[in-house]
C-alpha cells in the first residue's frame, strides 16, 4: 500500500479497564498528509492515550480511528505498524551494537549504509568518531553505557531509518537537559519534514511551529489552532505557556 498519512479520528472514546470514567470522550479530529498536531494540557488530560491509541496499543472503546480512509479495525497489527515511528521518553536499548541498536525491528532489510544515513540524521556522528569501534561500539546491558541523550539520538535514528509516513513523538525530550534537548531537537525537526506527525511535549516552546495545537481537558479537545491564534485567545492554552514560560525565566 503506498501510504499517504492521512488519519481521521472520529467520535473515539477510551475507557480504561477497571475506570469508569473515560480517559477520552468523543475525539473528532481530521489530519492531513504531512500535517505536525501537538496534544497539549495538563497530566491526564488524555493525550497519552490518543497517541497509544494510533498503533493501536489500546483500541477505541467508542468510534474510529481511519488511516487514509480505512478504518484501523480493518489493518493488520503488522501493516499499521510498519507505517508508524514512534520516538519517546522511554527508549528500549538491547545488548549489542550501536547499529545493531538503530537498526532494530528492520535488521534484514537494511544496509550499513542507510544505518549510516540514519546515525548522521540523528546528530550521532560527531559522538561516534570519539569511540573506537564507531557505529560498532558494544552498549552494555540495556544501553548502560549509554547517557540519556544518547539513548534518544538511537531511538531517533531508528525512526530515521525506518522512514514511515507517521511519527509519533510522546515526551521525546523529556528527560534531557536543555542543551541535550537543543541539539535533539533539530535532528527531531529534520525527522518531522513531510511526515504525519502527532507530539506531545513537555516544553511547550517546542511546539511552537505545530500545524494545529489540540488543547485537552478531561479526555476532550477545549481549545484548537496554531500557537498565534491559541495565544491571542487568551485561554487554556495561554496560562499553559505564560505558566511554562514565568517558571523557566525565573529557574
Known sequence: VNYRGAVRFENVSFTYPRQEKSAVENFTLDVKPGEMIAFVGSSGSGKSTLINMIPRFWAPTKGEIYFDGVPQSELTLASLRSQIALVSQEVIIFDDTIAGNIAYGCKDRVTRE??????????????????????????????????????????????FLKDSKILLL?????????????????????????????????????????????????????????????????????????????SQNEG
Open 114 to 159: 542507510q544505518i549510516e544515513r540514519a546515525a548522521e540524521a540523528a546528530a550521532l556522528t560527531d559522538w561516534l568518531a570519539t569511540l573506537p569501534d564507531g557505529l560498532d561500539t558494544q552498549v552494555g546491558n540495556a544501553g548502560n553505557r549509554l547517557s540519556g541523550g544518547q539513548r534518544q539520538r538511537i531511538s531517533i535514528a531508528r525512526a
Open 170 to 246: 510522546d515526551e521525546a525530550t523529556s528527560a534531557l537537559d536543555t542543551e541535550s534537548e537543543r541539539h535533539i531537537q533539530q535532528a527531531l525537526d529534520s525527522l518531522l519534514k513531510g511526515r504525519t506527525s502527532f507530539v506531545v511535549a513537555h516544553r511547550l516552546s517546542t511546539i511552537r511551529n505545530a500545524d494545529r495545537i489540540v488543547v485537552m481537558q478531561n479526555g476532550r479537545i477545549v481549545e484548537i489552532g496554531t500557537h498565534e491564534q491559541l495565544m491571542a485567545k487568551d485561554g487554556v492554552y495561554h496560562n499553559l505557556y505564560s505558566l511554562q514560560f514565568s
